[in-house]
């Protein structure tokens, strides 16, 4: 048998989503409409994060804003609840125009981080003003119609956020 007569194996599933020098790689998107990227899971990527959201959306900066604003809050908490901030860590962010101006944005993580607790999303009680931590998930809540997290407990989840730009908010 000669050498080009050799299938060549078939590329794994992820071998075109890697992270190169700290910039985005785009993902094809299952649908149209469909926006999807891979940052690395540092603290330098988030002005990348919002300037590609930003993009991605397709409305002006001022429409943009809530959006930018609940997609920044989810992927901090990927970076520091998951092992996406971890090492050689990365999250899978996702922007999709749907009919009626609504805007649909994910954030995907990289798993539970080892040797540490499985944590899931939820929200934080309203009852303590003086607490460091816990307004991230409750300002993306405030921001969006609907809010969700889709995956099984210790693998990747996603985190899932529907936004009207055009919504009056009352924070």
Excluded at 42 to 62: E, F, K, N, V, Y
Aim: glycine share 10%; charged share 25%; aromatic share 6%.
């Amino acid at each position: 048998m000669r050498d080009y007569d050799i299938p060549r194996p078939r590329r794994g599933q992820y071998d075109d989503r890697r992270v190169a020098g700290g910039l985005p790689v785009r993902a094809r998107g299952e649908r149209c409409g469909v926006s999807t990227a891979y940052f690395d899971g540092t603290p330098d990527q988030l002005g990348r994060i919002r300037t590609w959201c930003c993009q991605a959306s397709r409305l002006d900066d001022d429409l943009a804003a809530p959006i930018i604003l609940a997609m920044n809050e989810l992927v901090v908490n990927a970076m520091t609840h998951t092992a996406s901030g971890g090492r050689c860590g990365r999250v899978k962010v996702s922007v999709e125009a749907l009919p009626g101006e609504i805007v649909l944005v994910s954030v995907t993580d990289d798993g539970p981080r080892a040797c540490r607790p499985i944590s899931l999303p939820r929200l934080a009680e309203r009852d303590d003003p003086l607490s460091t931590g816990g307004r991230g998930l409750r300002l993306v809540a405030d921001l969006a119609e609907k809010w969700w997290w889709t995956g099984r407990p210790g693998d990747s989840l996603t985190v899932w956020a529907l936004i009207d730009p055009h919504r009056y908010l009352d924070l």
